[in-house]
Structures are given as structure tokens and as C-alpha cells.
């Protein structure tokens, strides 16, 4: 029995690894079920005895992406909680630009391909799983900013460094899907790259702080 039961558990493994990349590649409707049982060497009645349906197994498939490079690569980025919000804000994006350049990480992409392609399948599983995350981030942001920082300020400013990450995220799937053509940017240096955004957020976050710093009258 406890033999049957590792084969199994291992063969949903393999399903929902097989189902993170293929949905990561190709977004949720255009993913078949015949595809990822051929990659993950299992059967139709496999995913129907462990997810009941592809709905399921998209879902279960991004949670365990999401929950697999959150082990790997801790949100935290390994700081200590102890450390200076602007150290600990640093850990965060290395963190998050980290689990967007491992080739064996798929929820952003599924994420990616989610907002170009929605099915909204994902929106109660991101807001339970993400929103937490952001919140963090949203909390460290208004940290570093003070609390003279207007709410603008602090979106803008979460905005911009998502959206260095997400550069990273659409420049390895461009190379993916043309690997044989040249880019302008080369971001193949994480660690160089990581450095450049928590230096470029930093310094950005410190000049918006000292914008908000109440003005000395001079007499």
C-alpha cells in the first residue's frame, strides 16, 4: 500500500510539474491535457482520479509553481527581519527577480499569460497566494518612503519596481519563443541585474522621501 501510494503521489507531481510549464508556454486554452499527460508519462485517468478536471489541475498546477519557488527562493530573500527596511525591501526583489529568471519557475508566466489571456480561473487562488506578498511589499515600501508619502507616491513606486521585474519575465520569454535571434538587452547577468534594480528602486524611493521632508523656513 505505501508503495502504491509513492507512485501515486509521485505521478501527480510529475502532472503538475508537466502542467506548470505547458500552461506557462501556452496559456490555459490553448494547454491540452493529452500534452501534459505525454510530458509527465501518465494518463487521462490520472488527472481525472487527482484533479478531476483541466479547471483543477490549472490551479493545483500554478500553486504548486508558486509554493515550489517560494521554497527555493524564500520571499524574504533570506533578510533579516531585524535588518533595515531598505535591506529587507532589497531582499524582497531579489527574491522575486530570482524566481522570474529560474527556467524551472512558472507562475509569473502562467500569471503573464493569465492577463493576456484571461480566464479568471486564477482570481481567488492570486488573491489568497499574491495579495498577502503585496501587502508586505506595500507595508516595506511605505517604510522606506515615510509616512509623508501620499498613496500615489506608493503605488508608483510598487508599479515601477513590478515592472522591472516583469521586463526580465518578457525578455526570457522572448528569447524562449526566438532563441536564435539577438536582443538589445541582455539581462543574462541575474546578479548584475538584480543589483542595478535595488540600487535604481533605492535611490529612486530615497529622492521621493527627501521630496516629502517637511521644508526648513529660513529666517
Known amino acids: 500500500m505505501t508503495d502504491l501510494k509513492t507512485k501515486s503521489a509521485r505521478t501527480r507531481t510529475r502532472l503538475l510539474t508537466a502542467a506548470g510549464r505547458i ?35 490549472y490551479l493545483e498546477a500554478w500553486r504548486h509553481a508558486f509554493n515550489d519557488e517560494l521554497a527555493r527562493y524564500p520571499a ?5 527581519r531585524l535588518a533595515s527596511a531598505e535591506r529587507r525591501l532589497a531582499g524582497r526583489i531579489e527574491s522575486m527577480i530570482r524566481r522570474i529568471a529560474d527556467a524551472q519557475s ?12 484571461p480566464t479568471r480561473l486564477l482570481a481567488d487562488i492570486l488573491e489568497k497566494e499574491i495579495n498577502p506578498q503585496r501587502l508586505q511589499m506595500f507595508a516595506l515600501l511605505r517604510e522606506c518612503l515615510g509616512q509623508n508619502a501620499s498613496e500615489q507616491q506608493l503605488q508608483y513606486c510598487h508599479a515601477s519596481i513590478m515592472g522591472q521585474c516583469f521586463q526580465l519575465l518578457r525578455l526570457k520569454q522572448m528569447q524562449q519563443a526566438r ?33 516629502n521632508l517637511p521644508k526648513r523656513i529660513s529666517v
Open 23 to 57: 500552461f506557462a508556454e501556452k496559456g490555459y486554452q490553448e494547454a491540452t491535457i493529452a500534452e501534459i499527460c505525454e510530458q509527465a508519462q501518465a494518463n487521462i485517468a490520472a488527472v481525472n482520479y487527482h484533479f478531476g478536471d483541466k479547471r483543477n489541475l
Open 76 to 80: 524574504d530573500g533570506g533578510v533579516s
Open 106 to 117: 512558472y507562475s509569473f508566466a502562467i500569471v503573464h499569460k493569465e492577463m493576456a489571456q
Open 179 to 211: 532563441p536564435q535571434r539577438a536582443y538589445p538587452s541582455d539581462l543574462s547577468d541575474i546578479d548584475a541585474f538584480a543589483a542595478h534594480v535595488i540600487d535604481f528602486s533605492l535611490a529612486g524611493i530615497s529622492a521621493i522621501r527627501s521630496q
